[in-house]
């Protein structure tokens, strides 16, 4: 770029004194491109090249996108789900033999092993069937479901409220003959698609903090506020982290997160004074009342055991001992404890590196957009994912409290492992569609591009 106002001033010259000046001056204007184009070959060798040309293969031209993002995205999301099933299926069945052994009737022994297993597979295949529908659709279709689903979640959410199950002292089910939902997972995917919506339309207005903020959070606080009093704080997080993250992806005024953060500490400071069960949570982490005699300390330090005992490789799929009723509700938010222990230290960073996969690959496919929509979508959904894994993960190896955020595809959950897979579904209809990238984009996705420049 810094060569072009020169070039004029070295091809006369040139014109005057060879014949075939005029020739080689066209042809130097169009071979100008290739000229980046040529940098990798001569800097190809060793492991930076190699690199550079994987890289290149991944993320394809500049004209023409090499289509590796959704296959990553479609690939890393069923080996998820594909691990979450096997490991419902290994983490539930003793818990059911001991379900079924309590219980005066007869029953089926296979069908009572394998039902935990049987409903997840269920829902899998729902929830699949959900993700491959709404991949077809565009971002037209998106925006139009944008209000309905706003209001049909917080019909939802209300009605929980009213005529809901109440679990382990949180009311967020609704039992609908021998199923339950729970209104708040599709309440997440509603709010990203409402946000990505509302504050495309202000993009020009964002850095106006009054207008980033109206009317994401008078309404976005609604369902918080829903949520917050069916008991679900962990929830209430996920939800807040979406919000911020599109308000982020959006353009919003960085300040603007300090305040929101500081608020969000005290709101959740006051609910945890205001709730014995999540106090007993933070004194627990704290490891302030461990030696009581309920032993709040009794799942985390379980959890921790299974991961050491787990070692490397691990005791073997199915082997697990934890699971013998050490861990309650071990196919569900401590799923992962599980799968330290059976499959080892190897078994969950393959479990992390499928989640960075995901992570990698939405990121490359929403770089790849100009449209302000698509990019706080995406980046809502990303945050929405990425971050309740490390919540849960966070969770499980002790470095935050125990407030019982399943683990995406993976823990106990119907409702849950649906509409996460619908979520990928609307990250694969980008995907599908991922444009060429901006000049500027391009090169600098290209270390050794961006080096020759």
């Known amino acids: 770029m810094v060569s072009t106002p020169t070039r004029p001033s070295r091809r006369k010259p040139a014109v005057r004194q060879h014949s075939s000046g005029t020739s080689t001056a066209k042809r130097s204007s169009p071979a100008a491109p290739a000229a980046v184009e040529a940098g ?35 690939g890393a999301t069923l080996a998820l789900t594909a691990i979450g099933l096997m490991m419902v299926l290994s983490a539930s069945s003793v818990e059911s033999i001991a379900n079924a052994a309590s219980t005066v009737e007869p029953t089926d022994e296979g069908a009572i092993v394998f039902d935990f297993f049987f409903k997840q597979s269920m829902y899998a295949v729902l929830g699949v069937a959900l993700m491959l529908g709404l991949s077809r659709l565009g971002p037209r279709v ?53 946000c990505a919506t509302v504050l495309e339309r202000k993009r020009g207005l964002i850095r106006d903090w009054k207008h980033a903020l109206v009317p994401v959070a008078p309404l976005g606080g609604v369902i918080l506020l829903l949520v917050m009093l069916g008991g679900d704080l962990g929830t209430a997080i996920i939800l807040g982290m979406i919000m911020g993250a599109a308000l982020f992806f959006a353009g919003a005024p960085i300040k603007m997160f300090t305040i929101a953060g500081l608020v969000g500490i005290a709101g959740a400071f006051g609910a945890i004074l205001l709730n014995s069960t999540r106090s007993t949570r933070i004194e627990a982490w704290l490891r302030l009342n461990c030696d009581s005699a309920s032993d709040p300390c009794f799942q985390s330090n379980q959890g921790l055991f299974a ?68 990019r706080i979508l995406m980046g809502s959904i990303l945050v929405w994912l990425i971050g309740q894994a490390f ?38 209809a980008f995907a599908r569609r991922m444009p060429p990238a901006a000049q500027g984009t391009a090169s600098s996705a290209d270390p050794v591009s961006a080096k020759t420049k």
């Open 142 to 194: 998106f925006k139009f479901l944008a209000w309905p689903g706003l209001g049909v979640a917080i019909v939802l959410l209300v009605l929980v409220l009213l005529i809901g199950e109440n679990i382990n002292g949180n009311q967020n089910w609704i039992r609908i003959g021998n199923q339950s939902l729970q209104p708040s997972e599709p309440a997440k995917l509603a709010l990203a698609l409402w």
């Open 307 to 374: 991961l050491a005992s787990g070692g490397w490789w691990g005791v073997g799929i199915g082997q697990s001992r934890q699971k013998w009723n050490w861990i309650p509700e071990a196919h569900n938010d401590f799923i992962f404890a599980i799968i330290g222990e059976e499959f080892g230290l190897i078994g969950t960073l393959v479990v992390i590196a499928l989640f960075g996969i995901l992570a990698v690959a939405t990121l490359r496919v929403a770089r790849r957009y100009t449209d302000p929509f698509v």
């Open 391 to 428: 919540v849960n993960i966070g969770m499980v190896t002790g470095v935050l409290p125990v407030i019982g955020v399943p683990l995406p595809f993976i823990s106990y959950g119907g409702s849950a492992l649906t509409f996460t897979l619908a979520a990928v579904g609307v990250l694969l």
């Open 40 to 74: 990798p070959r001569t800097e190809g060798k060793g492991a930076l090249g190699a690199f550079a040309r994987m890289w290149r293969f991944l993320e394809g031209s500049d004209r023409q996108t090499s289509g590796s993002s959704y296959y990553m995205i479609l």
